[in-house]
């Protein structure tokens, strides 16, 4: 069973720093895409940053130039290094990463999601 586990939350101050990591276990298979989602009380959920498997990157305009996203795929983990941290960008976060299962001519995603972890930012 796929499970995805965020760390990294927490509360920090505008301007400051934070890194969140999501670890996959019980994975044998290479997944497609990785990326994290986040959550704004009183918001829609927001795609915040993903990459491929080729390490293209795509992020949302909200954070470019502050936020970095990497993966490690030998370790099955997906990286997110937030910089200069606003008070918006106050949010609960989600990693997801999927997988393209081909069955016969047919093809689909299947994805996971870790259970989010929590950025406040505040002074």
């Known amino acids: 069973q796929v499970q995805l586990v965020e760390s990294g939350g927490g509360l920090v101050q505008p301007g400051g720093s934070l890194r969140l990591s999501c670890a996959a276990s019980?994975?044998?298979?290479?997944?497609?895409?990785m990326g994290w989602y986040r959550r704004a009380p009183g918001k829609q959920r927001e795609l915040v940053a993903s990459i491929d498997s080729g390490n293209k990157a795509h992020y949302a305009h909200s954070v470019e130039g502050r936020f970095g996203i990497s993966r490690d795929n030998a370790e099955n983990t997906v990286y997110l290094e937030m910089n200069s941290l606003k008070p918006e960008d106050t949010a609960d976060y989600y990693c997801?990463?999927?997988?393209?299962?081909?069955?016969?001519?047919?093809?689909?995603?299947?994805?996971?999601w870790g259970q989010g972890t929590q950025v406040t930012v505040s002074s």
């Open positions: 019980g994975v044998a298979f290479s997944f497609r895409t």
């Open positions: 997801y990463a999927d997988r393209t299962v081909v069955e016969g001519v047919s093809a689909y995603l299947i994805d996971y």
